[in-house]
């Protein structure tokens, strides 16, 4: 019996058709003869899916790589962000792209030929922080040598952006705070006040109405930030797009026109893995991955050891959820051809069934249990729920 990864064979040297199905982590099985007729049908019926970004030419979120609904959601949003001066603030996971998703609001605007100011709150010392932000006057302290403008005033006309803003302490909070309602800002040591005229972009990994709650985070700085919330979503809930985002590394690392493939099993493993990292992590492994091998075919021996371990836990959770490996729809031997949403219903209903619950269900499958409770309600699965 076979495990349908959905993952059809990619090449990147002919640009072959890819589909994968996003957030189960199933077995790569190699197609052949008959197989590959079966394979072939699924393809061709599908209507040749491709990955292609709908971006106008110089689109600056045409950097931003790939396909998935959440991921689309929140480019939609940040477009109709970057034609205004609201306060933005961008959620999401180390490595998700915050700061890239920040450029292309900034390019996109009114303000691109402007300055783009860019501050990681979470590496200026406590005791320089003001400083680099507002500037200084010379003498305003030990080693003031100088006059020194900050980042606010450095962007005076563009943006700036403050990354990290939850990791700042509560007195800079006030102190940003009251540059943003009074758009202006005083130099340390110094009387003039200068007039700002800037845009806000922030991000930060962490949960910031938590962080009020626990009175870390200042509940008016706040709401002055959130004006315009983006989420961008962890690669393990944007599986499909591992393959793009592949591709696109591997065309960047890639020097002198030199042409490497990935089989079909170290691809699969790749989708699998969890990346807890996103795509930074993505892109590190596959720098890793080119320089330590110099193959032409990239295979599961090149893939590191952590990732193939993870994959083989993978396996054994699918086979505890569908009891047996019989109990899988048998489409290499059927004469039916499984629909891909025939396919992932059946997987969603065998996981509600064995755990009655969305968090559990998602839990072994490696999705959040979010995704679950959308599944089970696009299939009308929700009765199988014992406990939320």
Same mark, same amino acid.
């Given at each position: ?5 959905l993952?059809?064979?990619?090449n ?8 994968i ?6 077995n ?6 008959r197989?590959g007729?079966?394979?072939?049908k ?9 990955y292609i ?11 931003i790589?790939g ?7 929140s480019l ?5 962000a970057?034609?205004?001066d609201?306060s933005?603030i ?16 900034h390019?996109?605007s009114k303000?691109k030929d ?8 979470a ?8 400083s ?17 403008l ?6 005076q ?10 990791e700042?302490?509560k ?21 003039e006040?200068?007039? *700002?005229n800037? =845009?806000i972009?922030?991000? $930060?990994?962490k949960n910031?109405e938590?962080?009020?709650k #626990?009175? &870390?985070?200042? +509940? ?8 315009i919330?983006i989420?961008?979503?962890? *690669?393990?809930? =944007?599986?499909?797009?591992? $393959?793009?985002l592949?591709k696109?590394?591997?065309?960047? #690392?890639? &020097?002198?026109? +030199?042409?490497r ?7 699969m ?22 320089v330590?091998? &110099?193959?032409s ?21 699918l ?21 891909l ?19 559990k ?5 490696g ?22």
């Amino acid at each position: 019996m076979y495990h349908y990864s959905l993952l059809l064979k990619i090449n990147f040297i002919n640009y072959d058709y890819v589909l994968i199905l996003s957030k189960f982590n199933f077995n790569i099985v190699n197609v052949n003869s008959r197989k590959g007729d079966i394979m072939k049908k699924i393809n061709e019926s599908l209507n040749k899916v491709v990955y292609i970004n709908d971006f106008e030419e110089n689109d600056p979120f045409e950097k931003i790589i790939g396909n998935s609904k959440t991921l689309k959601e929140s480019l939609y949003i940040a477009r109709k962000a970057s034609k205004s001066d609201s306060s933005v603030i961008i959620y999401g996971e180390s490595g998700t792209g915050k700061e890239l998703l920040a450029e292309a609001i900034h390019l996109s605007s009114k303000r691109k030929d402007k300055p783009l100011i860019k501050v990681n709150c979470a590496s200026i010392p406590d005791n320089l922080i003001e400083s680099e932000l507002f500037g200084h006057e010379k003498g305003a302290f030990t080693g003031a040598v100088k006059r020194k403008l900050g980042k606010f005033e450095l962007a005076q006309n563009g943006t700036i952006f403050l990354d990290e803003i939850g990791e700042m302490d509560k007195n800079i909070q006030a102190k940003i705070l009251r540059a943003i309602q009074n758009r202006e800002i005083q130099r340390v040591g110094g009387e003039e006040t200068i007039k *700002l005229n800037i =845009r806000i972009i922030s991000a $930060t990994n962490k949960n910031l109405e938590e962080m009020i709650k #626990k009175n &870390e985070f200042r +509940e008016d700085l706040f709401y002055r930030l959130n004006v315009i919330p983006i989420e961008l979503p962890p *690669l393990r809930d =944007r599986k499909g797009d591992i $393959t793009l985002l592949i591709k696109h590394f591997f065309n960047k #690392k890639l &020097e002198n026109n +030199e042409i490497r493939n990935i089989s079909d099993e170290a691809l699969m493993a790749l989708c699998n893995y969890k990346w807890n990292g996103n795509i930074r992590e993505l892109e590190n492994i596959i720098e890793r991955i080119l320089v330590l091998s &110099e193959k032409s075919l990239i295979d599961i021996e090149d893939i590191p050891y952590f990732i193939r371990k993870y994959n083989n836990n993978c396996n054994i959770k699918l086979k505890e959820i569908t009891n047996t490996e019989d109990s899988l729809p048998k489409i290499f031997n059927d004469e039916k051809i499984y629909t891909l949403k025939e396919y992932e219903k059946l997987i969603i209903e065998k996981a509600l069934k064995k755990y009655g619950s969305y968090n559990k269900a998602g839990k072994a499958l490696g999705i959040t249990h979010r995704t679950v409770s959308l599944k089970a309600k696009e299939y009308g699965l929700e009765k199988l729920i014992l406990w939320k």
